[in-house]
């Protein structure tokens, strides 16, 4: 039989109790933070030791991260049904009025409504839409502390981090060294700021996919032999403000947008979806 490959799947396999032993309210709850990296499969003590030893074999496999998050987004519309919409808009530093609660994403309004529909001022992509709802959901809406932190620092990132690289930051790279109007275009269309040169970088850009998880960019031009480096950091409240496998897909869901700037823009050599 073949590894479970996504949080649906991770819900099938469990009792359907809703018994609360592994500490959350319901089996979905349960299903959705394992999918998250918040809790250990091991934590339901109704599974079996071989539902056991062949999940924890997936987990290993990084590339679930990017797997299937069509129906985790939908048990995360689910879940938000189930919430106070209004507390968690106070607790997020988002508006809530007319059973909806609203924030701003890249500068622009994004909704969900008290059945879990989405709607917004700019196209609902899912690797936007899962951190969107995870923040909701999840976050513990801390202010920001402007200290910077690498992916790799946040906690539970170390592991994640080649293919953080691998997914965001070259490709961000590719990007940036030949869109070379990228990161105006990013304070122009995304409502970004340009900050004072970070690490000793050329570039510096703060944008805000979600108000309380910022995200800066910071780009090394090429110089003396030396190749053109970008490094993406993250306020370090931003593994509490958010699981940390929707600060991956909030990486790689900008990624891709960058990369459709770009080719919008006639440079389809930085393009690389995967
Ligand atoms: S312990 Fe297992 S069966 Fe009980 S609620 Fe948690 S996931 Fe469901």
Request: charged share 25%; net charge negative.
């Amino acid at each position: 039989m073949p590894p479970p490959q996504n949080a649906m799947e991770i819900y099938k396999l469990l009792d359907k109790s809703n018994c609360r032993e592994c500490g959350e309210q319901t089996c979905l709850a349960f299903a959705a933070a394992v999918y998250q990296g918040r809790k250990e499969i091991q934590r339901c003590p109704k599974l079996d030791q071989a539902t056991i030893v062949r999940f924890s074999d997936n987990s290993k496999d990084q590339n679930n991260v990017e797997q299937n998050r069509d129906e985790y987004l939908e048990i995360l519309q689910n879940e938000v049904c189930n919430i106070d919409l209004a507390a968690a808009a106070e607790r997020v530093g988002a508006d809530f009025s007319g059973g909806k609660l609203t924030l701003k994403v890249l500068g622009k309004d994004f909704s969900v409504d008290t059945s879990g529909k989405l709607s917004a001022d700019i196209h609902i992509n899912p690797w936007v839409a899962v951190p969107f709802l995870d923040y909701i959901r999840y976050g513990q809406g801390l202010p920001v502390s402007e200290t910077w932190l690498s992916f790799r620092e946040l906690k539970d990132g170390k592991e994640r981090y080649p293919l953080f690289q691998k997914r965001c930051e070259a490709p961000m790279k590719r990007v940036a060294d030949t869109y070379t109007d990228l990161f105006d275009d990013l304070v122009r269309i995304f409502g970004g700021k340009q900050v004072q040169k970070q690490f000793e970088s050329d570039i510096s850009v703060i944008l805000h996919p979600l108000p309380r998880v910022p995200i800066m960019l910071c780009y090394w031009l090429p110089e003396d032999g030396l190749a053109s480096s970008l490094n993406v950091f993250f306020d370090d409240t931003a593994d509490k403000n958010l699981t940390i496998g929707s600060v991956f897909s909030l990486g790689a869901g900008l990624c891709q947008m960058f990369e459709k700037l770009a080719l919008r823009h006639g440079f389809p050599e930085t393009v690389s979806f995967k």
